[in-house]
């Protein structure tokens, strides 16, 4: 459950970004930007989160009265052994040896419906949670790190866990949203395991950006899933990019590699702690990120 430090919006003095460069990274610091925010972009090249300085970097960078948004992660994309997860679980050492260290105004840390692993029935913010992956597991171990970093100082956290992200910018090619628009324009294809039946909650960037925004403003506190509460198939997803599509796509069928499960999320949570947001619609979302990658 998320609570609130400041129940009308109080801009935060400067936001610190951790992992600027990334898609959700690149997303927020354009968001808060437009919001007028004073904003510090960091990257790996700023700070190596994965070296043994890297938490006294981090004393020289980041003010006592900063906002800290926690981006920085080796998606999956890029490994999932077990030494990727080892990496991301010094980087998460590197920030709670600087938490404990130096506290800051407040953290944000975006992690990962990943936390919960496989679970058919409605997820809330209590639903147990049971890794199915390394990149789940990371992201639970690192909330817990950080969550004993902060503790003593009394620096409010807020975890977002955000479902299945796609959007502008993303270069991730993983199963879903953003790797049915970039075959679609580049083969005119889509392929779908079995007959792409699994539902899902896919969560458009900017909206996260919007979220994360209000928890800066909120000085907002707790764990909150990023999810729309509308899960939809890949099957409709595919649907939708082929018929916006500026040519044919053909949607394919692959055999299946895993039994069929889908995956609902529970947003009361997300409706009282800002009962006026809204997110942006699955056609539009769509309709932006094949204008983006056709630039239109």
Avoid: W
């Amino acid at each position: 459950m998320l609570t609130h430090g400041c129940m009308t919006p109080v801009m935060p003095s400067r936001v610190a970004v951790l992992g600027a460069t990334g898609a959700v990274g690149a997303a927020l610091v354009q968001h808060l930007r437009a919001l007028e925010i004073e904003t510090l972009a960091l990257s790996s090249r700023d700070v190596d989160l994965c070296q043994p300085d890297a938490a006294a970097r981090l004393q020289e960078l980041i003010r006592p009265d900063d906002a800290l948004v926690i981006v920085s992660t080796i998606t999956p994309d890029k490994g999932r052994d077990a030494g990727t997860l080892m990496r991301n679980l010094r980087m998460g050492e590197s920030l709670s040896q600087f938490l404990a260290s130096r506290p800051c105004a407040h953290v944000v840390y975006i992690s990962s419906d990943a936390v919960y692993g496989e679970r058919d029935h409605l997820i809330h913010e209590a639903s147990p949670c049971d890794p199915a992956s390394f990149h789940g597991l990371m992201h639970l171990v690192r909330e817990r790190m950080l969550s004993q970093a902060v503790r003593s100082a009394g620096t409010p956290l807020a975890i977002l866990r955000p479902c299945a992200l796609f959007g502008p910018g993303d270069t991730h090619g993983s199963y879903g949203p953003n790797q049915f628009v970039r075959t679609a324009l580049r083969d005119g294809r889509i392929a779908l395991f079995g007959d792409g039946e699994e539902q899902r909650d896919h969560v458009f960037l900017p909206d996260l950006s919007r979220l994360a925004g209000l928890c800066l403003l909120h000085r907002s506190a707790g764990v909150l899933n990023a999810a729309t509460g509308a899960s939809v198939s890949f099957h409709e997803v595919a649907r939708l990019i082929a018929e916006r599509c500026p040519h044919p796509v053909r949607i394919e069928r692959l055999p299946r590699r895993s039994p069929v499960s889908h995956r609902h999320m529970d947003t009361a949570a997300l409706i009282r702690a800002f009962p006026s947001f809204r997110f942006t619609l699955l056609t539009e979302a769509l309709a932006a990120s094949l204008g983006e990658r056709l630039g239109i």
